[in-house]
Structures are given as structure tokens and as C-alpha cells.
């Protein structure tokens, strides 16, 4: 049996993120080839890598059907020009699902079976509704296996705020606030594009190229956030303002093992530590990221103080406010989504995990002084996915940014 290898985040990059609907960019855009784009992006960006050396292509997508079905994995692999050598699947954990694929081409990294893998995800809101063409089993309800709430993401994100008062809506705009604020810094420091590859789209006045994310709102106020509509329960705290929208968009990874980045000549971003997934009740899925990231911490041996960077989802503000709340995290703590989040750039489900890891190895490049950082989400139905990264740039001497 081989010994476990180290694995690596070797790169990673994303489209950018359109806003769902027939009046977003993507509306005249396949799914499939949104992740064939990332693929072909993330390939060009790194020639050394043999292609026919690829081990697996794993594509998460929450909606399989149309054009997110056919096991994705394998047919954006031929799509994207691989070798026909090369094989590929898709895989679903909802929100994680792109997370997911990256965890299971680690695990086959660390067992050395693969030396090279693909991991990332596609979702395209406006195609493939949330929830659209399911057919939830009728005991959920029946036998009160789950409450109503378990399948309305937004419901279960009013629960969070039920179950602690102390989350009220005003912290969550102010969080909200800040996402937008952070996120319109970044970009205009030049931080978030290096990981975007550029789509050519198709408008009703004619083609164009999306550069950058459509969905941000820099121009956000608290006040406007306070006025807006709470379509989940009347008088409720979760508003589009605190929230996630609908998004399209797609993302793609290559990770390693040690061995492989060293004979190819590949520059590691980021080193795997230990990741871990957690189920928690459907009805309150937001918590989830609390017990994720435990287990992972176990796993690695670390505490949450060991940890310099939290590139957390926002899928909603109360959700990211309970995990930092969990362990004793100031709602405006720097290491927390320093460049901002999904309320601002958006969040296609089963493509967020790896934007995630884009933007914590992006950080990890420009902070010396950070030595672990961690990416995590809330999962539909009730779970939480976490991943510990180190930083292969960890300076112990280097001042602290």
C-alpha cells in the first residue's frame, strides 16, 4: 500500500459570476461550457502540467439534468481538449459540491493513487432553478423526518436568527455592508481578477466578453439594506441584501501530490492540512461550517487560533456571524473574507468551494506572517464542509500585514 503523499493546491480559477435569469450574462451560455472555459483557462495558465498525466476530472454541479447533466466531469474533460485517456465524473453536495470534489481528489492524492487531478464545479441558476425537476421523497415530511424549512434554504437561515437572538438583523446588513465594501476594495486593487478567465457572451446586442462578477453592488447602504423586503416570512431578518443571490458561474482547480508538483516544476499555492465534513439538523443547515470546521481542527491537530485567514461562504450573513460568534470572532475581524464574499459576487452552488480556494491562495502569496488558513461553507440539508490549508510561503519572521 503506498504512503500518504502530501497534496497541494497547485492553482485554481473561475468565471466570473453572472446573475441568474434571462437578463443575466449567461443566459445564452451553456453550463457545460462555463467549466470547460475554467478548464481550458486553468491549462493554459499552466503549460507545464502534461495533460495526458491527469489522473481524474471531478465537476460538481447540484442540478444534473440538461446541460449540467451527463457526467459532467467526463464530458467537460473531452470538451475542454484532454486527452481521451483521461476520465471524469460529476458529484453533488449542494453548495459544497465543488469543495466535495476537491476533498475526494485529495484523498485519492493522499493515498497515492494520483499523482494529478482536476477538481471543480458548475452552476447555472438561470438553466437549473434550486430544487428544480426534484422529487423529495414524501416520509421527510410524513414521518417528520425533517421540518418544512429543511428544503427553503432561506427558512432555515430565519431559524439561525430565531434560535440566537443576539444575531439580529442589523448585524447582519452591517456584515452584508461590509462584504460589498471589501469586495469593490479588492477589485480595485487588482486582487480578485487574477483569478478570473474571461467569457465571451452573447447579448441581445451582440457578443461580448464577461470580465468581471455581474451581481456586486458597491454602491450598497445600510440604509437601503434596512428597506428591503423579507420574502421568507413577513417581518423576517433575511433580505436579498444579506443574502447570496441566484448565480451562474463555474470554477476549476489542479491539485497535486508533492512529488508530482516537484517534476512537473509547479509553484504550490497552498498545502492540504486535513478537511472534514459534519451533518447538522436540515432545518438549521447554516450552522453546519461550526462542526465541519471542529472535526477538520481535530483532524489537523490545530486550534481556531492557529488559524490566520477564513475565507468562509456567505450564503447569508446570519450564517457566517453564527460560526464567528461560535468562537468568540468580532463581526469585523480582518481575517474573516478579506476581500469580501458570495453576498457580493454571488454564490453558484456546487462551483463556490473552489472560488474559495482561489482567493485564500491568493491571500496566502501576499501574507507571509499567515501560516493556516481555512475555506468553509453551510451545505444544503443539514451539513457544513470544512478544509485546513497551510501556507507553503509561511514566514515565522515576516511582519504581520
Not at 175 to 197: E, H, N, P, R
Not at 321 to 339: C, E, K, Q, T
Request: glycine share 12%.
Amino acid at each position: 500500500m503506498a504512503d500518504q503523499a502530501e497534496v497541494v493546491f497547485v492553482d485554481g480559477v473561475r468565471t466570473p459570476f453572472g446573475k441568474a435569469g434571462d437578463k443575466g450574462m449567461y443566459w445564452n451560455t451553456r453550463a457545460d461550457d462555463l467549466v470547460v472555459k475554467a478548464i481550458v483557462g486553468l491549462l493554459e495558465r499552466n503549460p507545464n502540467i502534461p495533460k495526458d498525466r491527469i489522473d481524474d476530472v471531478a465537476i460538481a454541479a447540484t442540478t444534473q439534468t440538461g446541460d449540467q447533466g451527463l457526467t459532467l466531469g467526463r464530458t467537460a474533460a473531452i470538451l475542454a481538449g484532454l486527452p481521451k485517456t483521461v476520465p471524469g465524473f460529476s458529484i453533488d453536495r449542494m453548495c459544497a459540491g465543488a469543495m466535495t470534489a476537491a476533498a475526494m481528489m485529495s484523498g485519492s492524492i493522499g493515498f497515492g493513487m494520483y499523482d494529478l487531478a482536476i477538481a471543480g464545479g458548475v452552476e447555472h441558476m438561470g438553466h437549473h432553478p434550486m430544487g428544480s425537476g426534484v422529487d423529495p421523497n414524501p416520509r421527510f415530511l410524513s414521518e417528520r423526518l425533517v421540518g418544512e424549512d429543511a428544503l427553503v434554504m432561506g427558512a432555515t437561515a430565519e431559524r439561525i436568527h430565531d434560535r440566537f437572538p443576539q444575531l439580529t438583523k442589523e448585524r447582519s446588513d452591517r456584515f452584508a455592508l461590509a462584504s460589498q465594501q471589501k469586495t469593490a476594495a479588492a477589485y480595485a486593487a487588482g486582487k480578485i481578477q487574477q483569478d478570473l478567465v474571461p467569457v465571451a457572451i452573447r447579448t441581445e446586442s451582440g457578443w461580448g466578453l464577461a470580465t468581471r462578477d455581474e451581481v456586486m453592488r458597491p454602491e450598497t447602504t445600510l440604509e437601503g439594506l434596512a428597506a428591503l423586503k423579507t420574502p421568507f416570512r413577513p417581518h423576517g431578518r433575511i433580505t436579498a441584501g444579506n443574502a447570496s443571490g441566484l448565480n451562474d458561474g463555474a470554477t476549476a482547480a489542479i491539485l497535486a501530490s508533492g512529488a508530482a508538483a516537484k517534476e512537473f516544476g509547479l509553484s504550490p499555492k497552498m498545502k492540504l492540512v486535513s478537511y472534514a465534513f459534519a451533518g447538522v439538523d436540515p432545518e438549521i443547515m447554516g450552522i453546519g461550517p461550526i462542526p465541519a470546521t471542529e472535526k477538520a481542527l481535530r483532524k489537523a491537530g490545530l486550534s481556531i487560533e492557529d488559524i490566520g485567514i477564513f475565507e468562509m461562504n456567505e450564503a447569508f450573513a446570519v450564517q457566517v456571524l453564527s460560526f464567528m460568534d461560535h468562537y468568540g470572532i468580532a463581526d469585523d475581524d480582518p481575517r474573516v473574507n478579506p476581500w469580501g464574499g458570495a453576498i457580493a459576487v454571488g454564490h453558484p452552488l456546487a462551483s463556490s468551494g473552489v472560488r474559495l480556494m482561489n482567493q485564500l491562495a491568493s491571500q496566502f502569496t501576499e501574507r507571509p506572517d499567515v501560516r493556516y488558513g481555512i475555506t468553509s461553507m453551510c451545505v444544503g440539508l443539514g451539513q457544513g464542509g470544512t478544509m485546513v490549508w497551510e501556507n507553503p510561503n509561511y514566514d515565522k519572521k515576516a511582519k504581520k500585514a
